[in-house]
Each structure stands twice: as structure tokens, then as C-alpha cells.
């Protein structure tokens, strides 16, 4: 892929933000991230010793772990923290996909009740509407001001959900708006423990509790003391807020999450920092993601490259060990289509019926009646669906036919590079099309959806140029002369 502008871009003045990371990312970012002037915080014995750290156990500005799926990291941190992560991901990864929640985490709103839905009320917050449960208000006010929190459940969904109850955090205690003391579970000394349950009943508010954290076990009282007396000013500063400012409105601002997408060229170029400083097998994130059989066989083979023996012998007899998991001639074949904001669609079941290298096609037969939008005629059962690909590439051509062969047309799906997992085709879709009409007709479809995921920073300007570049250059071939 040939971008025109610099991945090496000034990033302007660096400020020193401390990450905790885990998963099978981790290598790969901890090198990325001590690169461009973060610091480690609490790394695991692996981190330690591939990057000489030691075990510091500092409060961290951003969090990274590995999303469920194995297909990227979330990430929860401070504004400024994860905007400048965001910035090094988009700077150092091709196709790297960041989805940004668009409240604050734990923020607390003057938030705006705009109506209900099945047992919830919905509160406008300027940027969202939220989900507040309906018990937990005596009776619905339409159209009236009230205060709510960002609930650290449903992160990332497109409706958040609230609660009245109320929790400012600090790096040694919550403060809670009921009367109760508690203190972390991971602080095992009973002594302590008492220490602080005794401590929380002598500075908690009137009408608020106290929820020591893990942080405060070493910790001095008047530390302790001086962190409760911020977050009790906080409280007043929000209440203030709250009868002078207009909703919807944020009031007190929490953390921030982003979702990032690793697709293949992400994992590509995280694959070559790992290699820098640990034995990486080519392909190590994409088979760490595949999980199962496959990811056991890496470790193993890593395992060897690591007691060194020789990387050719050792990725051949990785490959054979692997070659069963993947679907071949005649099997099934799933199709992981993933949209920009995240939303995964399965797109059905095909039968393989070639496999060429890193060529493969597979066929679909609908059964449900529907409608080809970008085609503008109707999907009837019975229809097939024929989808030529290669593996590594930015598109995937389907042709459609009527059940007794009439060609209907066909559509070029531009995407990140295809992956082939065991189970199937994964890919995120960049939105355009180009459609070709059976009268030879050729057109390039939904670009503005491509410039406008631009606006929402899913993805950079110099990918979606890219992108419309691959669109333009496909219908020209297909075009007839």
C-alpha cells in the first residue's frame, strides 16, 4: 500500500503517559508505545524482561487489553492519553480502524429525559442518549434536567447505560452517594482493612460513603485525607454546575474508551515490531487470533524458534501441522462482514468450490426473497451468489444469478484485507462499492459513507484517498472500452 504522507508525522509536544498492557498485543505495543514516550506501569514477567523494566506499579493513564474476538485491543484512559494513542496507532498502522465512545466513562451529565422504552427511560447527553432504568426514579419527568453517570457496563454501546447512583473516582477511593464504607477485596491484611473502614467513617461526606481501592493500602492518612477532601470538592463543583449550566450538558469528566481493529496489515506491521525483540513466527497475530489448534501450534513452534532452531524448518512444520483447521474444496465457509462502527454481520454460509493458493471461491444459494439495493432489482429465492477473492487483498468480487443462471449483476466490496480463518472470510468494509450492471454498466457507490467515517475517525484521510484510488481503478478495468 503506498501512502504519500509520512507515518513518521511530529506528533507535537510529548507528554509522559503511563500504559498498562496485557494480551497477545502486548509485546508489539509496548515497543510501539516506549517509541513514541510512554511509560510501562505493572508489566507482566514476559514485558519485563524482553524490554529491561521493572516491576513499576504507578497508576496508569490508559489500560489496553484484547477485545473478546482477539481482533484488536480496547482501551480505556484519560482524554489525553488515548487521543495521543489513537494519534500513534493512525500514524504507524495502515489499516487500523479506531472506534471512539462517545461518552465519557464513569462522566456525570445534566442529562435531558427525552422519553421511555421497555422498563428505561431515555436521556439526551448532548452526544448520546443513554439508557436509565426506570426504577430508578419514582415517576417520568418529560423534558425535565437530571443528573446521571455513564455505568461502566454496555462500554461501548451505542446506547449507554446510566444510573442516578452516583461514583466519583480517585487513584485511593470512590466516593459513592450512599452511607457505605467498603475497601477493596485485594486488601487481605486485616489490620488494614480495619485501618480503613475506621478512616472512611471519619471522612466520608454527609450523605456520601467511601470505596477504599487496592491504591490506598500503602498509603499515608493524610494522602488519604487530602484525595478525599478533592473528590468532596468535586461533588460541590458538579452540584454547582448542575443549577447553572444548561442540558444536556457533561459535568464531571471520566475516562474514554476506543475499540481499535488490528485487520491484516495492522497485524502485519505489529508482527515486525515483536521480531525486534522476541522470537515471532511470520503471521504471529493473525494465528494468535485465530485462537484454538492454531494458536497452540504457534506457541509451540515459537517455543523452538526461541531454543534456536532453524525458522525455515520451523515455520514448514507449522504449516503442516495447521493445514487441517482450514477449510478446503466442498467445505463451508462463513463471511465475517464488519462495518466501521463494529457491528459484525454474518453473511451466510457458502460451499467452497475452488481453492488456488490464496484464491478461493465459493458459491451461496438464497432462500429468502430481498432486494439488491445497489443493483435496484429484487433478490429472489433461489438466487446464487458466486464471490471470487484472494486472500490479502482490498476487495471481493460477487456476481449474482437467477436461479436458472440469468446473470443479475455484480458487486465489488471494497475492505480491508481479506483474512482466512478457520471458520471462514473476515474483513471490515470500507463502505464503497462499485457496482456492474448487466448492460455493462459500471458505477462507484456510497463514497460519501467512506468521507464521513473520515469525520467520525474510524479511519484516516490517506486510507480513505487510498480506498476511492482501489475504487476508480476497478472501474476502469471492469468498464467496458
Not at 510501539?32 to 506499579?57: A, M, T, Y
Not at 485485594?186 to 471519619?202: D, F, S, V
Not at 463514497?447 to 487510498?466: D, M, P, S, Y
Request: proline share 4%.
Amino acid at each position: 500500500m503506498d501512502f504519500t504522507e509520512s507515518k513518521n508525522a511530529d506528533l507535537g509536544g510529548k507528554t509522559l503517559f503511563k500504559a498498562k498492557i496485557r494480551g497477545i498485543y502486548a509485546t508489539a505495543l509496548t515497543k510501539l508505545l516506549i517509541e513514541n514516550g510512554f511509560r510501562i506501569v505493572d508489566p507482566s514477567k514476559p514485558i519485563q524482561e524482553r524490554f529491561g523494566l521493572n516491576e513499576n506499579k504507578g497508576f496508569p493513564d490508559l489500560k489496553i487489553k484484547d477485545r473478546f474476538d482477539r481482533q484488536g485491543v480496547r482501551v480505556i484512559g484519560n482524554r489525553e492519553a488515548v487521543d495521543s494513542f489513537k494519534q500513534i496507532i493512525q500514524l504507524n498502522l495502515e489499516d487500523a480502524i479506531t472506534r471512539r465512545w462517545l461518552v465519557s466513562l464513569d462522566g456525570i451529565y445534566k442529562g435531558l429525559i427525552k422519553g421511555e422504552r421497555k422498563g428505561f427511560l431515555l436521556v439526551d447527553l448532548g452526544n448520546a442518549v443513554g439508557k436509565l432504568p426506570k426504577n430508578e426514579l419514582s415517576k417520568l419527568r418529560e423534558n425535565k434536567s437530571l443528573l446521571v453517570q455513564v455505568e461502566r457496563k454496555r462500554i461501548g454501546s451505542r446506547m449507554p447505560l446510566l444510573s442516578t447512583r452516583l461514583k466519583i473516582p480517585g487513584k485511593y477511593a470512590i466516593l459513592i452517594n450512599t452511607d457505605k464504607i467498603g475497601v477493596s477485596l485485594k486488601i487481605r491484611n486485616i489490620e488494614k482493612r480495619l485501618e480503613l473502614y475506621q478512616l472512611g467513617k471519619e471522612l466520608a461526606p454527609a450523605g456520601w460513603g467511601i470505596i477504599w481501592r487496592k491504591e490506598a493500602e500503602n498509603q499515608p492518612h493524610e494522602t488519604l485525607e487530602k484525595e478525599i477532601k478533592e473528590l468532596t470538592d468535586k461533588i460541590d463543583e458538579i452540584i454547582e454546575r448542575f443549577k447553572t449550566v444548561e442540558a444536556p450538558s457533561l459535568l464531571f469528566e471520566g475516562l474514554y474508551c476506543m475499540d481499535i481493529e488490528f485487520p491484516a496489515l495492522s497485524k502485519k506491521k505489529l508482527d515486525e515490531l515483536r521480531s525486534e525483540v522476541a522470537a515471532t513466527l511470520e503471521g504471529h497475530h493473525y494465528y494468535k487470533a485465530c485462537g484454538g489448534k492454531v494458536c497452540s501450534a504457534l506457541e509451540m513452534a515459537e517455543r523452538l524458534l526461541e531454543k534456536g532452531n532453524p525458522p525455515e524448518e520451523i515455520e514448514r512444520l507449522f504449516k503442516e501441522t495447521i493445514e487441517g483447521e482450514y477449510p478446503i474444496e466442498g467445505s463451508p465457509i462463513k463471511i465475517e462482514h464488519v462495518k466501521l462502527s463494529g457491528k459484525t454481520f454474518n453473511l451466510g454460509q457458502g460451499i467452497i468450490e475452488e481453492v488456488k493458493g490464496s484464491n478461493i471461491r465459493f458459491k451461496r444459494v438464497f432462500h429468502k426473497p430481498g432486494f439488491y439495493d445497489g443493483l435496484k432489482i429484487r433478490k429472489e429465492p433461489g438466487d446464487m451468489a458466486i464471490t471470487e477473492l484472494k486472500v490479502g487483498e482490498w476487495f471481493l468480487k460477487t456476481s449474482y444469478y437467477s436461479s436458472n443462471g440469468e446473470y443479475k449483476g455484480t458487486y465489488i466490496n471494497l475492505n480491508t484485507p481479506i483474512e482466512f480463518y478457520p471458520y471462514g472470510i473476515r474483513y471490515v468494509d470500507l463502505e464503497v462499492d462499485v457496482c456492474m450492471f448487466p448492460d455493462g454498466g459500471v458505477e462507484i457507490l456510497d463514497e460519501e459513507k467512506l468521507w464521513r467515517a473520515v469525520e467520525e475517525g474510524f479511519i484516516t484521510e490517506r486510507l480513505a484517498n487510498f480506498v476511492m484510488k482501489k475504487a476508480r481503478e476497478l472501474a476502469d478495468e471492469f468498464c467496458p472500452k
